[in-house]
């Protein structure tokens, strides 16, 4: 029997099989496509995200690969310096495409020691009290303890649990690809500025490897699954809006995308569980998706890796969903305000008009830097400082960075006392005596995530919340 068997191998499903693997837990990963996608939806990695790559030892094989640019700024689109005092160490997001980012996800999963396997679409699932059996299109079955679908927004997994996918159906349809061109670039670019005055929804673009990148509106959102456009379809929608194809050739790939906006009724069944795009699907503003299921994994790994190691508190598993639902909630609310502001019409281009006035306050500007980020989140860990639920940021520690520390993904006790212990819980807790002039606490309990689980200086209290996320203490005291 396998511990966890991962249902997609995309950036969500590679990110929670490392994490996985991080503490010992055997996974398999399960992808339906033979070879990795060709397809760049995503081109970057949001302050988040860049601090999970930092807190895992991976941020340096990224930024190689990547280009960085200042964090925040743009909502919807709108231009605006990058705000003062962002709350974290990293106030930049990685540029890159997507295949870069799931190639280096499944080389830093492999390397922690997943199995991956290709070629293989799950068709079927049925579980009990011990575990999970899924069946594979070559008619093969694997039994897992669990099962975790990370297998995209028409997710399988979902469907076979008859789980709700309740929203918004698409109202608007954008054709994407990649290509060359044989236009001058300053041309390409002046056309594309011009056009961009009423059209947010148009871009051309240069890649990078001697490519551009083109999204441009379709004439209509395509029915049921469509298959990817054909080039002379993007053509054809380039003259409408340029009156030019720009002499574009070569395609590299070809793909569509709409604005269909749904949220999973729930994110659990049982020992099945989803993650990323099986549970929420939103418009690319913004660019929050694909960093909203890596996200997703990390909140997830380390507490199914602590039910299958049997240390579990009874409901840590089911926190997965009661904190991360209500992030996607947010952020599909936030890609439905800014698909107003970039409307044509009237109505939306006085709103964004003022949107742009308000976003010249610094406070406001922040605000929206940190909601497009994920910086600004803040789980419900019950009453207490305002530092408490939120993730802590990189600190400067008079022995070195705190992230430095986070690799292994353990809890953490920052003790800047020097009094407090980790007896019972040294096995899934480091407990780290060092003081840091970033930090106005004496003390702070970090869950492997790095979101503030506890702060104090009395050790009563401090089993208490060891207890609340980490188990009954191996001593069993």
Same mark, same amino acid.
């Given at each position: 029997?396998?511990?966890?068997?991962?249902?997609?191998?995309?950036?969500?499903?590679?990110?929670?099989?490392?994490?996985?693997?991080?503490?010992?837990?055997?996974?398999?990963?399960?992808?339906?496509?033979?070879?990795?996608?060709?397809?760049?939806?995503?081109?970057?990695?949001?302050?988040?995200?860049?601090?999970?790559?930092?807190?895992?030892?991976?941020?340096?094989?990224?930024?190689?690969?990547?280009?960085?640019?200042?964090?925040?700024?743009?909502?919807?689109?709108?231009?605006?310096?990058?705000?003062?005092?962002?709350?974290?160490?990293?106030?930049?997001?990685?540029?890159?495409?997507?295949?870069?980012?799931?190639? @280096?996800? !499944?080389?830093? +999963?492999? =390397? *922690?020691?997943? #199995? &991956?396997?290709?070629?293989? $679409?799950?068709?079927?699932?049925? /579980?009990?009290?011990?575990?999970?059996?899924?069946?594979?299109?070559?008619?093969?079955?694997?039994?897992?303890?669990?099962?975790?679908?990370?297998?995209?927004?028409?997710?399988?997994?979902?469907?076979?649990?008859?789980?709700?996918?309740?929203?918004?159906?698409?109202?608007?349809?954008?054709? @994407?690809? !990649?290509?060359? +061109?044989? =236009? *001058?670039?300053? #041309? &390409?670019?002046?056309?594309? $500025?011009?056009?961009?005055?009423? /059209?947010?929804?148009?871009?051309?673009?240069?890649?990078?490897?001697?490519?551009?990148?083109?999204?441009?509106?379709?004439?209509?959102?395509?029915?049921?699954?469509?298959?990817?456009?054909?080039?002379?379809?993007?053509?054809?929608?380039?003259?409408?809006?340029?009156?030019?194809?720009?002499?574009?050739?070569?395609?590299?790939?070809?793909?569509?995308?709409?604005?269909?906006?749904?949220?999973?009724?729930?994110?659990?069944?049982?020992?099945?569980?989803?993650?990323?795009?099986?549970?929420?699907?939103?418009?690319?503003?913004?660019?929050?998706?694909?960093?909203?299921?890596?996200?997703?994994?990390?909140?997830?790994?380390?507490?199914?890796?602590?039910?299958?190691?049997?240390?579990?508190?009874?409901?840590?598993?089911?926190?997965?969903?009661?904190?991360?639902?209500?992030?996607?909630?947010?952020?599909?609310?936030?890609?439905?305000?800014?698909?107003?502001?970039?409307?044509?019409?009237?109505?939306?281009?006085?709103?964004?008009?003022?949107?742009?006035?308000?976003?010249?306050?610094?406070?406001?500007?922040?605000?929206?830097?940190?909601?497009?980020?994920?910086?600004?989140?803040?789980?419900?860990?019950?009453?207490?400082?305002?530092?408490?639920?939120?993730?802590?940021?990189?600190?400067?520690?008079?022995?070195?960075?705190?992230?430095?520390?986070?690799?292994?993904?353990?809890?953490?006790?920052?003790?800047?006392?020097?009094?407090?212990?980790?007896?019972?819980?040294?096995?899934?807790?480091?407990?780290?005596?060092?003081?840091?002039?970033?930090?106005?606490?004496?003390?702070?309990?970090?869950?492997?995530?790095?979101?503030?689980?506890?702060?104090?200086?009395?050790?009563?209290?401090?089993?208490?919340?060891?207890?609340?996320?980490?188990?009954?203490?191996?001593?069993?005291?």
């Amino acid at each position: 029997m396998v511990d966890v068997v991962v249902a997609g191998g995309g950036p969500t499903g590679m990110m929670l099989a490392a994490e996985l693997r991080l503490q010992g837990v055997d996974v398999l990963v399960v992808e339906q496509d033979e070879q990795p996608k060709k397809l760049v939806r995503s081109l970057g990695l949001h302050v988040r995200s860049v601090e999970v790559l930092d807190q895992r030892g991976l941020l340096d094989r990224f930024l190689a690969a990547g280009t960085r640019y200042p964090a925040g700024g743009a909502f919807a689109g709108i231009p605006k310096p990058v705000p003062q005092r962002l709350d974290t160490a990293h106030p930049y997001m990685i540029g890159m495409p997507q295949t870069i980012t799931d190639r @280096l996800l !499944e080389e830093h +999963a492999a =390397e *922690a020691g997943a #199995r &991956i396997r290709r070629g293989c $679409a799950v068709v079927g699932v049925s /579980q009990d009290d011990d575990g999970v059996t899924v069946a594979l299109a070559d008619e093969t079955e694997v039994r897992a303890r669990y099962l975790v679908g990370c297998d995209g927004g028409r997710s399988t997994i979902r469907k076979l649990l008859g789980i709700g996918f309740p929203g918004e159906a698409a109202q608007t349809e954008w054709l @994407l690809g !990649e290509m060359e +061109a044989t =236009e *001058a670039p300053e #041309r &390409i670019a002046a056309a594309v $500025a011009e056009i961009r005055k009423t /059209q947010l929804g148009f871009g051309v673009g240069p890649t990078g490897n001697g490519g551009w990148r083109v999204v441009v509106p379709a004439a209509r959102v395509a029915d049921g699954y469509p298959a990817p456009p054909t080039f002379e379809e993007l053509r054809e929608r380039l003259k409408v809006f340029a009156g030019t194809d720009f002499g574009v050739h070569s395609p590299r790939w070809l793909s569509r995308f709409n604005d269909a906006t749904r949220l999973a009724d729930r994110y659990r069944a049982g020992r099945i569980l989803l993650a990323g795009d099986a549970v929420h699907v939103h418009p690319p503003l913004g660019g929050q998706g694909l960093n909203l299921g890596i996200q997703d994994s990390f909140n997830l790994g380390w507490k199914l890796a602590a039910a299958v190691g049997g240390w579990a508190p009874d409901d840590l598993l089911d926190s997965y969903e009661i904190e991360r639902r209500p992030v996607a909630a947010g952020v599909l609310d936030l890609t439905r305000a800014q698909a107003v502001l970039i409307s044509t019409e009237p109505g939306p281009q006085a709103v964004r008009r003022l949107f742009a006035q308000l976003m010249d306050f610094d406070d406001v500007n922040r605000f929206l830097t940190e909601r497009i980020m994920a910086t600004g989140i803040r789980y419900d860990f019950g009453p207490g400082p305002e530092l408490l639920g939120r993730r802590l940021r990189d600190l400067q520690l008079r022995r070195g960075r705190l992230y430095e520390l986070m690799h292994q993904g353990r809890g953490l006790l920052l003790d800047q006392t020097g009094t407090l212990v980790v007896d019972g819980w040294a096995d899934r807790v480091d407990l780290v005596t060092d003081t840091s002039e970033e930090l106005d606490a004496p003390a702070v309990l970090l869950r492997p995530d790095g979101h503030v689980a506890w702060i104090g200086d009395d050790q009563r209290t401090l089993a208490d919340h060891l207890r609340r996320w980490f188990g009954a203490p191996a001593d069993g005291r």
